[in-house]
């Protein structure tokens, strides 16, 4: 779970870096999209990275759930009856969501890619499908000047910022790389970090969008 968790992260922090680019209008974001798909060409075939991506993405997410799963049955069988003080008492806020956190999660993301990448449905009456299929920064921008989509968003990102703050935090532990209690501060606050920008990141473009500060 920790070293698929670290992929995920940096993932993620890659793809809230490029998105970031919709502030920089339609020539930039769209160029950049299709930079992504060329990239390494002629060494890599075109559309090699991405879909170089996407393996090691899927086989993570297999690992993932997988580990997360099992764990899950483990926990229930650990302990037959009731804790007397209730055994969240002492969790913190982030570690009480994980599991439902990770499934609100994946169904974000089997969402996000019906909706950005494998169908791309034109959900705006203000443009035409052809408009949406041309454009990754109008397929964007159109989706976000829809409250509801927005809103999902919203959730979303508060779901996977509260799932990275503790997730990262359970990993360094796994990976044994905070074994003092100064180091292990320093992964909660790494942890924070990382999260807290992650949330942001992903949230400016949409919520820009939305409060019109993106021109088009
Ligand atoms: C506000 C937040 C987000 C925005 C605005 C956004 C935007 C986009 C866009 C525009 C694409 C299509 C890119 C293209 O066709 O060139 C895309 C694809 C994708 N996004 Fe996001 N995304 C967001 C959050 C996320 C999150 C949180 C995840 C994962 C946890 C994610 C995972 C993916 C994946 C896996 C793809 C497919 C890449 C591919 O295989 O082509 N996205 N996103």
């Known amino acids: 779970m920790a070293v698929t968790g670290v992929i995920f992260v940096l993932f993620v922090l890659a793809h809230m870096y490029g998105n970031l680019k919709l502030l920089s209008g339609q020539l930039a974001f769209d160029e950049y999209a299709h930079h992504l798909r060329v990239f390494g060409e002629p060494m890599l075939p075109k559309m090699g990275l991405l879909w170089i991506m996407r393996i090691v993405l899927l086989v993570s997410v297999v690992i993932h759930a997988y580990a997360a799963f ?39 993301v089997i969402f996000h890619l019906i ?15 052809a408009q949406i299929d041309a ?8 989706s976000f000047k829809i409250w509801w989509v927005v809103l999902i968003y919203v959730l979303a990102m508060i779901a996977l910022g509260m799932h990275i703050n503790h997730g990262l935090w359970s990993a360094t532990q796994t990976l044994g790389w905070a074994n003092s209690p100064s180091a292990r501060a320093t992964a909660k606050g790494i942890a ?20 019109g500060l993106i021109a088009k």
């Open 70 to 108: 099992t764990l899950w049955g483990r926990a229930n069988n650990a302990r037959s009856t009731r804790y007397a003080v209730h055994k969240m008492a002492q969790a913190s806020l982030s570690s009480r969501f994980m599991r439902w956190g990770g499934v609100t999660i994946l169904l974000f």
């Open 115 to 129: 909706h950005f990448t494998i169908v791309k449905p034109n959900i705006n009456a203000d443009y035409t499908q």
């Open 192 to 211: 924070l970090i990382v999260a807290a920008l992650t949330v942001v990141g992903f949230l400016i473009p949409p919520l820009a969008v939305a409060f």
């Open 135 to 142: 454009s990754p920064y109008i397929m964007a921008t159109a």
